[in-house]
């Protein structure tokens, strides 16, 4: 019975979920790889649940980077330490024009651990960025890769030992993994969709194909934001974000950061039947900053769940222009 529900709940989660997507859009959509003109590497961890034995842990480790030598005025790539007028400053939107033509390039690895069944994901992502007008960029982006899905049977009690489901099955597998998107951006604005797991792929833990019932489905993932300029010193960033997985219901995460100088913030979320969230960080400098989201479950899972606890740490690398936090993801 426990591993029936361990295989249910891989079927209905499928991918891991993220209170701080919005900071790390690259997880969702590959059409986001060398939107900003720095090297971005990120670091999070979610233990989703706390308190319920089994649940959903979620580690992951993300780089992208642009390539291009017209990119505001130089490739990021090779970007010195420090120097020239910042193109992307606070207040750009006044004065923004859309980047020149570049290519994006990034890797994602996503380890996602949920009782018994351990799923890692390592994918390259590429994206091709272009003007559609004066201050409008259009980005296509794909990203291809593998999953390893393995099975630790040592963590499952079986009442009967020699159980058909696992016995002499296949515990370990890798299976290929592809995605696309597509990012229309401007200096206050951005609007994304992509697909992941395009390719579905059954998953077996048994040689026996009568209990070869679980597989990977492909999911759509809606996003989008503004940027709302209340003062000279507050920024309100309000985003959403919508995943239709089939068969499960359509869900939908709603956001709002408060934003002071760009120097710290603060936000709260709320997931359509599932939980509430506060988020909080602070740009330390042009070189890290950090994020914290604490989730509130709403739904019947809060009798055994003391909630959600998820940190983002990011590294600026290259940063020419000293920016303290991302101009084009918010």
Not at 225 to 247: A, C, S, W
Request: aromatic share 12%.
């Amino acid at each position: 019975m426990l591993f029936v529900s361990c295989v249910q709940l891989a079927r209905a989660q499928q991918k891991p979920q993220y209170t701080q997507y919005v900071f790390n859009n690259l997880l969702l959509n590959p059409a986001v790889s060398g939107i900003e003109n720095y090297t971005d590497l990120k670091a999070g961890y979610r233990s989703q649940w706390s308190g319920l034995q089994g649940a959903p842990v979620t580690s992951y480790l993300t780089v992208t980077t642009p390539i291009g030598d017209k990119f505001l005025q130089g490739d990021a790539t090779a970007f010195p330490g420090s120097g020239g007028d910042n193109p992307s400053s606070r207040l750009y939107t006044q004065t923004y024009m859309a980047a020149e033509p570049h290519h994006g390039v990034g890797l994602m690895i996503v380890s996602d651990v949920a009782g018994p069944i351990t799923q890692t994901n390592i994918d390259a992502t590429y994206a091709y960025h272009l003007g559609l007008a004066a201050n409008v960029n259009l980005a296509v982006g794909v990203q291809a890769g593998a999953s390893h899905i393995s099975l630790n049977t040592s963590q499952i009690t079986l009442e009967n030992p020699f159980d058909p489901a696992i016995t002499n099955g296949i515990n370990s597998q890798w299976k290929p993994d592809v995605g696309a998107g597509i990012w229309l951006y401007a200096s206050d604005y951005y609007f994304g969709a992509s697909v992941q797991q395009l390719l579905p792929q059954n998953l077996y833990f048994s040689t026996n194909n009568a209990y070869n019932q679980s597989k990977t489905v492909p999911q759509y993932f809606i996003t989008g934001g503004v940027k709302l300029f209340l003062n000279d010193d507050l920024t309100l960033l309000p985003t959403f974000l919508i995943k239709v997985i089939n068969p499960t219901p359509l869900t939908y995460d709603i956001n709002t950061k408060l934003s002071f100088k760009d120097k710290f913030w603060i936000g709260a979320s709320y997931r359509r039947d599932d939980s509430i969230g506060l988020l909080a960080g602070i740009n330390i400098s042009s070189f890290i900053n950090v994020g914290y989201s604490y989730d509130i479950t709403t739904s019947a899972l809060n009798t055994v769940s003391s909630g959600t606890h998820e940190i983002v740490i990011s590294l600026l690398l290259n940063n020419r222009y000293k920016v303290t936090c991302p101009q084009h993801t918010f």
